[in-house]
């Protein structure tokens, strides 16, 4: 199959776009590939009616998955467009591997180079990718984090964003074992239960029925709801303490809290950035951080 095609198929999956039934998030039921996935994977957001996508976008949305211009895609050698098309293939409806695992052949390749110092062709490479993805699981499965660190390129601290990106994809785990054991929590043993959803408190709070079949964009954007974000562009231009502050929020819809916390801490600081910001004329001026010093301030309070 040509990328030109694949572009056509990413299209056609797009074009199955509606909004759900309660008019606030934008589902799809495509054929070729998990757009949700993809958009959700690279910053996509087509919260916004408006929202335009076409054959150029498409070929573009490809290019940046692959990292690479589309003149180069399309123009390179066989070998190298099997791999790009393995890469690809991580984000098709039904794939035997995921992005995860392509990222981990990829590291493992790499790593072979650097161990032996030397530098792989694409048709090497494309027999280890093969190898990685569909004889070996058990390379994929080792825990990275266990190598030594001379080995592993070091990522930044986490940001809040990246929080609520893991979150979202915890929450939905949570939300279809709920779903499997017809919403009755007593069924499931968790080891560690607040590290996941409440998820009956969340729907709630989200206004959202249970049995909806969610992705993982619909998961991130009912997170941020909850943590009274307008919608997922809302939190990203939301200053670095505002996003904080949701994250406080989103702590208390774990098992074992009460979201009602969050209504009463909301009530007290609201009493103490009076107390502590108002002027002689009756003005209330707190910055953000201000704000961010309260929560973590009166979450403690009430928490401990």
């Not at 190598?147 to 390129?153: K, V, Y």
């Not at 231009?237 to 949701?246: D, L, M, P, R, V």
Request: net charge negative; hydrophobic share 35%; charged share 30%.
């Amino acid at each position: 199959m040509t990328f030109e095609r694949y572009a056509e198929n990413l299209l056609t999956d797009f074009n199955t776009r509606k909004l759900d039934e309660n008019g606030d998030i934008y589902t799809y039921t495509p054929k070729y590939f998990d757009i949700a996935e993809i958009f959700l994977s690279y910053d996509i957001y087509d919260d916004d009616e408006n929202f335009h996508f076409d054959i150029k976008d498409a070929r573009n949305l490809i290019s940046i998955i692959l990292d690479d211009s589309w003149d180069n895609i399309t123009n390179a050698n066989k070998h190298k467009k099997e791999i790009y098309e393995l890469k690809l293939g991580s984000y098709k409806i039904n794939s035997q591997y995921d992005i995860n695992d392509f990222d981990t052949a990829t590291f493992w390749i790499e790593r072979t180079e650097k161990d032996n110092n030397i530098i792989l062709d694409d048709e090497e490479k494309l027999k280890l990718y093969n190898y990685y993805l569909f004889e070996s699981k058990d390379i994929l499965s080792e825990d990275i984090n266990d190598l030594p660190s001379d080995d592993i390129p070091q990522k930044s601290s986490q940001t809040t964003v990246d929080y609520f990106k893991q979150q979202a994809k915890s929450f939905l785990k949570d939300y279809n074992l709920m779903k499997e054991n017809g919403f009755n929590q007593s069924k499931i043993n968790f080891a560690d239960s607040q590290e996941h959803f409440d998820i009956m408190n969340v729907l709630a709070k989200a206004n959202k029925s249970p049995n909806d079949n969610l992705s993982l964009m619909n998961a991130q954007h009912i997170l941020v709801k909850i943590c009274d974000f307008k919608n997922w562009d809302d939190f990203l231009h939301s200053s670095k303490a505002k996003q904080e502050i949701g994250a406080l929020k989103l702590n208390c819809y774990k098992i074992g809290m009460d979201p009602n916390i969050i209504s009463s801490a909301e009530m007290l600081i609201e009493h103490e950035l009076f107390a502590e910001f108002v002027d002689d004329e009756g003005n209330v001026n707190y910055t953000d951080n201000d704000e961010l010093s309260m929560w973590n301030s009166v979450m403690k309070r009430l928490l401990f």
